[in-house]
């Protein structure tokens, strides 16, 4: 992916003037301080920015992609361990880049967003590329799930996925488009990985009318 969009990426890297570790990115108010601040003085074309828990987003819709970059999350687990070092932390987007690699290999690369890792700035703070999801609402003109699907969904959350369910309206589409043992598949995957967050409008969405995953690292701090 980053091939594709070389000529744009060197633009971007070269506008990117990130002076801080990774360490120092640890919530929103950093990412917007030393990241898209610096960044909006030396990039004269239009793009948005958004961020989460986990991560900081550099949207550039009109390019088809966007950058992220994860913050310093440190894993709270280990302040319960006698071996617990500052060191101990989570690389969210790294996660996700991994979840969408091994989603690829068993043929559920439709249903994540294609992310990839790009390079580290300063040899510390590391930043990816990830595809343009078009929209967070369905298209209701063009949908093609019935009340059947839903009702099969709803089903399959109570008696086999324990509630887990993600949107009944964007699962019986995926359900809709990709068949029963492709949406059980992704459940599975899902649950495997303990993606535990994709929320509707804030995680999940659509391009081209197909059901997306576009923030699928979970999170577990």
Known sequence: MKEKYAKELRE?????????????IRDSA????????PFKENYKH???????????????????????IPFHVTDEDY???????ETDSIDYCALEADFYHQAKKIGLGDVFAQTEYVTMFDGDCPIYIQEYVESRKIDEDNCLYTEKDRETVNSLNETEYYDEDIDVEWEAELLAQKGLDYYRKFKKFV??????????YDNIGYTGGRPICFDFSGYHN
Request: proline share 2%; hydrophobic share 40%.
């Open 12 to 24: 971007i890297l070269d506008c990117l003037n990130i002076e801080i570790t990774w360490e120092g």
């Open 30 to 37: 950093d990412f917007e301080e030393y990241v898209v601040n």
């Open 46 to 68: 239009p793009f948005k920015w958004d961020s989460g828990a986990s991560k900081g987003v550099l949207v550039f819709a009109d390019l088809g992609f966007v950058l992220k």
């Open 79 to 85: 302040y319960y361990d006698d071996d617990y070092e």
């Open 191 to 200: 649950f495997e990985h303990d993606i535990n967050d994709l929320r509707y």
